[in-house]
C-alpha cells in the first residue's frame, strides 16, 4: 500500500478534495427515487476516502520530520501565487478522523435516517469536501471558502428531516455561523493587507519584516480571525447556539458535527503556531493567555452545563464544550509535550461524542418504545435485521424474602438489545468522564502529568503556574461532573424504568457504534504509537521553520517542452 | 476618499449589527445583508483606494502597485459576494420554513417561547 500511495504522491493530496466533489456531483445526478444508489456510491467514496486517509497518514508518518510534508500546488503556479495544498501530520490525523467518524455516521444513517428528507448523500458528500479542504489547504482565502462549503452543507444536514424544533436551531445557527464568516472575512482581508499574501506560510515568513507601526494593526486581525474560529470551535461565550442546533439535528448528522469544532480548533493551532512561535519574543504566541482562559472558562461552563443537563442529547453537546475548552486551554499552554496530549484527546473525545450521538438517538428510541410511528411514512421498509431478544434463563428464585412490588423482575430475561444498550451507554459515559482504562484517560494523563511537571520527571525547578493548576482542577472536576451526571441519567434510562417494551435494534445501525467504539479502543491499545504520533505533530508545529520551508520550496511541475530541454 | 469609504462601512456595519440584534427574522436577514456589504467593501478598500487605476498589466506600463490597483482584492470580493448571497439566500428559506411552522416572525418562533 505504502508504494500505491507514494506512486501516486504528490496527487493524492487532492483526492480528499475532489473525491468527495466528483461523488457528490454524480449524486446530483441520480434522481432521489434511486436512493440505493446514491447510498451505494455515498459507502464507496467513504470507503476510497478512508483508504486514501490512511495512506496519506501513513505516508506522512514514515517520513522524518523535515520531509513530513506533502505539498500540492493545483493549479501549477508558483508557490505564493497559486493556491496550495500542504499535508502534514496534523492534517493527515484530522483527515482520518474525519473520515472515521464520516463512515460511521453514514453506515447508521443508511438504516433509517436517509430517508427522512431529499438529497441527504450529496449534501452529506459536500461537508466531506468542505471538512478535508479545511484541513488541507495551505492558504488563508481558501480556508474561508472551505469553511463556508462545509457550512452551507451543515446548515442542509442539520434542516434534514425538518420539525420546527430543527429549522429553529437551524435559523440560530446561521444566523451566528454567518456573522463569525463576516469576522473571519475581515480577518483575512486585514492581513492580506498588511502583508500583501495569503499564502499562510508566505505571511508568516513576511511577519518578520512587519514595522512595529503595523503591529497593532496585525494583532487587530489576528484576533479577529481568532473570535470568528473561536465561534466556531463554540468556546465560551460564543458557545450558546451549539446545544440546542446539535441537539436538534438528527443522529448521523449530530455525530458528524461532532468533528465540526473541531475545525475551528484546527484552524487556531495552524494559524497560531505558524505566526506566533519564536518562545521568547515579544509576541511569542500572541493571545495565549486569553487562550489558556477561554478554555478554562469553557471548560468549566461545559461541566456545570453537563451537570444541569435532564436530557441525554444536551449533555453530550455540553461535553463537546468541555472537550473544546480542554483542548484550547492545553494549547494555550504552548508546550510542544502538551499539545501532543491535547491532539491525542481530540481524537478520543471525538470518536466518543460521535459514538454517543448515535447511541442515544437509540436509547431515545428505546425509551419512547418501538419506532413504529416513525417508520409509518415507509411501510414498505421492514426491519431487515432485528435482534431477537436472546432469553437468558435465570435460575428461578426460591423463597428468597423480596418485595411483593419486585416479584415481576426475578427470573426475567434480560434482553440482548438492552444489553448492548447498557454496556455501550457504559463505555460511553466512561469515555466522556475520561475514566479509565479507556483513551480519554489516558489522554488526561498525560495533558496532567505534562502541565504539572513542565521540564520533565524529576526536575526540582518546575514550578507549575496558576493556570496550570486550574487546569489541573477543572480536568479532574470535569470528569467528576460528567461522572455523576451520567450516573444520574444512566439510573433514569436503564435502572429505574420497568415495565417498558424491549428495544428492536438492528445490526446496521449497532455496527457504527461498534465500529466508533472499536476505534477508541484501538487508540487506547496503541496509545504508545499514537502518541508518539502526535508528538512529533505537535513538534511540528511548533517548529513552523519546517512548514514554511517545505511550502515555499515547492516548485511547479515544468511544461513538457522544458522538461525535454527546448527554450 | 478614504474617510467617506471608512464612514460608510462603518455605518452598514453598525446598522447590520444593530438590525441583527433584533428580535425579528427579516430584521435579522437585513442585518446580515448590511453587514456583508460592509464587509466586502472592507475588503475593497482594503487593496488601497486609487482612482482610473488599471487592475490588469497594460503595455507599455511598469507592472507596480504605484500605475495599477491592485487586483486580489478585487478577485476575493467577488468570492464573498458569491458566497455571501449564496447564504443569505438559504437563511431566506429558513426564514420563511420557520414563519410558517412557528405561525409569527419572532427569532425565537415566539416572544414568550423558550
Redesign the interface.
Known amino acids: 500500500m505504502s508504494v500505491v500511495v507514494a506512486s501516486g504522491m504528490p496527487h493524492l493530496i487532492a483526492a480528499p478534495i475532489l473525491l468527495p466533489l466528483l461523488s457528490a456531483a454524480l449524486m446530483l445526478l441520480v434522481s432521489e427515487r434511486h436512493r440505493r444508489w446514491q447510498a451505494g456510491l455515498n459507502v464507496l467514496t467513504c470507503l476510497i476516502g478512508l483508504a486514501v486517509s490512511a495512506g496519506l497518514l501513513a505516508w506522512v508518518a514514515a517520513r522524518d520530520a523535515p520531509l513530513a510534508f506533502g505539498v500540492y500546488l493545483p493549479s501549477n503556479w508558483p508557490v505564493p501565487f497559486g493556491i496550495v495544498l500542504v499535508l502534514d501530520r496534523l492534517s493527515a490525523l484530522m483527515l482520518v478522523l474525519t473520515a472515521v467518524v464520516a463512515l460511521s455516521s453514514l453506515l447508521f444513517a443508511l438504516a433509517r435516517w436517509q430517508r427522512a428528507g431529499v438529497r441527504f448523500h450529496p449534501l452529506f458528500q459536500i461537508q466531506l469536501m468542505g471538512l478535508n479542504g479545511a484541513f488541507l489547504t495551505g492558504d488563508l482565502f481558501n480556508l474561508f471558502v472551505f469553511f463556508e462549503i462545509m457550512l452551507v452543507a451543515s446548515y442542509g444536514l442539520l434542516l434534514h428531516g425538518s420539525g420546527r424544533a430543527r429549522v429553529q436551531a437551524g435559523l440560530h445557527y446561521i444566523a451566528v455561523n454567518l456573522f463569525a464568516s463576516s469576522l473571519l472575512l475581515v480577518g483575512t482581508a486585514m492581513l492580506y493587507g498588511i502583508t500583501g499574501t495569503l499564502n499562510l506560510a508566505d505571511m508568516a515568513a513576511k511577519l518578520a519584516q512587519i514595522p512595529a507601526t503595523d503591529r497593532g494593526l496585525l494583532h487587530a486581525g489576528v484576533a479577529l480571525l481568532g473570535v470568528a474560529f473561536l465561534a466556531k470551535a463554540a468556546v465560551w461565550p460564543l458557545n450558546f447556539w451549539l446545544v440546542p442546533a446539535y441537539a436538534a439535528a438528527s443522529a448521523p448528522v449530530a455525530a458528524l458535527f461532532a468533528v465540526m469544532t473541531k475545525v475551528g480548533f484546527y484552524a487556531v493551532v495552524r494559524i497560531w503556531t505558524l505566526f506566533f512561535p519564536a518562545a521568547g519574543s515579544d509576541h511569542f504566541f500572541f493571545g495565549a493567555n486569553a487562550f489558556v482562559l477561554l478554555g478554562l472558562v469553557t471548560l468549566a461552563f461545559g461541566s456545570i452545563g453537563v451537570m444541569a443537563s435532564q436530557r441525554l442529547e444536551r449533555l453530550v453537546g455540553f461535553s463537546l464544550i468541555v472537550s473544546t475548552g480542554t483542548l484550547f486551554a492545553a494549547v494555550g499552554f504552548g508546550m510542544p509535550a502538551l499539545s501532543a496530549g491535547a491532539l491525542y484527546y481530540l481524537l478520543g473525545s471525538t470518536l466518543t461524542a460521535s459514538a454517543f450521538y448515535l447511541l442515544l438517538e437509540l436509547v431515545e428510541r428505546a425509551r419512547l418504545g418501538g419506532d413504529e410511528a416513525a417508520l409509518a411514512d415507509n411501510p414498505d421498509e421492514g426491519a431487515p435485521f432485528v435482534i431477537e431478544p436472546a432469553v437468558l434463563v435465570t435460575a428461578p428464585a426460591g423463597d428468597v424474602n423480596l418485595d411483593d412490588a419486585e416479584q415481576p423482575l426475578i427470573g426475567r430475561a434480560i434482553p440482548a438489545a438492552m444489553v448492548f444498550l447498557g454496556l455501550g451507554f457504559v463505555v460511553c459515559a466512561l469515555l466522556t468522564a475520561g475514566l479509565p482504562p479507556l483513551s480519554t484517560f489516558v489522554a488526561k494523563l498525560v495533558m496532567l502529568i505534562t502541565v504539572l511537571d513542565p521540564s520533565g520527571l524529576g526536575n526540582e525547578d518546575s514550578s507549575p503556574s496558576i493556570g496550570a493548576w486550574s487546569l489541573v482542577t477543572l480536568l479532574i472536576a470535569s470528569g467528576l461532573a460528567s461522572t455523576i451526571a451520567l450516573v444520574r441519567l444512566g439510573v433514569r434510562y436503564f435502572w429505574a424504568p420497568q415495565a417498558r417494551p424491549t428495544p428492536r435494534l438492528r445490526i446496521a445501525e449497532c455496527m457504527p457504534i461498534v465500529l466508533l467504539l472499536s476505534a477508541c479502543a484501538a487508540l487506547m491499545v496503541g496509545a504508545g504509537p499514537a502518541l508518539r504520533f502526535t508528538q512529533a505533530a505537535a513538534d511540528s508545529l511548533h517548529r513552523p521553520a519546517l512548514y514554511i520551508e517545505a511550502v515555499l520550496s515547492a516548485r511547479p511541475v515544468p511544461a513538457p517542452a522544458a522538461r525535454a530541454g527546448l527554450p | 476618499m478614504e474617510g467617506v469609504v471608512s464612514i460608510a462601512i462603518g455605518v452598514l456595519g453598525g446598522s447590520g449589527i444593530w438590525l441583527?440584534l433584533r428580535p425579528r427574522?427579516f430584521q435579522?436577514l437585513l442585518g446580515?445583508s448590511l453587514?456583508?456589504y460592509s464587509?466586502n467593501l472592507?475588503?475593497f478598500a482594503?487593496?488601497?483606494l486609487s482612482i482610473r487605476a488599471e487592475p490588469i498589466v497594460v503595455p507599455g506600463m511598469a507592472a507596480d502597485l504605484l500605475h495599477y490597483t491592485d487586483p486580489?482584492?478585487q478577485a476575493?470580493v467577488l468570492?464573498?459576494i458569491v458566497?455571501?448571497f449564496?447564504?443569505?439566500a438559504?437563511?431566506l428559506v429558513?426564514?420563511l420554513?420557520?414563519r410558517g411552522?412557528?405561525g409569527n416572525d419572532h427569532?425565537?418562533?415566539g416572544e414568550d417561547a423558550p
Open positions: 441583527l427574522t435579522v446580515l453587514l456583508s464587509v472592507f475588503i482594503m487593496g488601497s486580489m482584492p476575493l468570492t464573498a458566497i455571501g449564496a447564504t443569505t438559504l437563511f429558513v426564514l420554513a420557520l411552522l412557528a427569532v425565537d418562533g
